[in-house]
């Protein structure tokens, strides 16, 4: 295995962990938001991330799916990676930006496609190397 092949697959990795992490949290921030006043808590101050970190999934997303398909030439990530990234720009830019429950589900579906697009593309370009 190349090291170029051996970086494509460990981007593949660290996009499949960190959109799948980013699906969790935006499932369960709502529950966490609900909870806080029980606990005397308030989210004053706190810096909304969700915009800068879709950027990054879609740089993330975008190259290690290129140069996947440069190795096994299979558009299937694509058809996962595309939609993912519509939600998850929506969620972050759009009026659905407000954190509402709507925003939640918007953002956990998005961040579960990009999730398994990153898996099909690492799967893929594994089944090339092996075939």
Not at 7 to 34: I, M
Request: positive net charge.
């Amino acid at each position: 295995m190349s090291a170029q092949d051996s970086v494509v697959r460990q981007a593949d990795r660290v996009g499949f962990a960190a959109s799948f992490l980013c699906a969790v949290h935006c499932a369960l921030l709502p529950v966490a938001l609900a909870l806080l006043p029980a606990f005397g808590l308030n989210i004053g101050g706190w810096v909304d991330i969700d915009q800068a970190f879709v950027v990054f999934a879609t740089l993330l997303g975008a190259t290690t799916l290129t140069l996947g398909w440069r190795r096994h030439r299979a558009f299937h990530a694509w058809a996962l990676l595309l939609p993912g990234l519509g939600l998850v720009w929506a969620g972050a830019f759009t009026h659905l930006h407000d954190h509402t429950i709507t925003h939640a589900v918007v953002m956990a579906a998005g961040g579960l496609l990009l999730a398994a697009a990153h898996l099909v593309n690492l799967r893929l370009t594994h089944a090339h190397h092996r075939g």
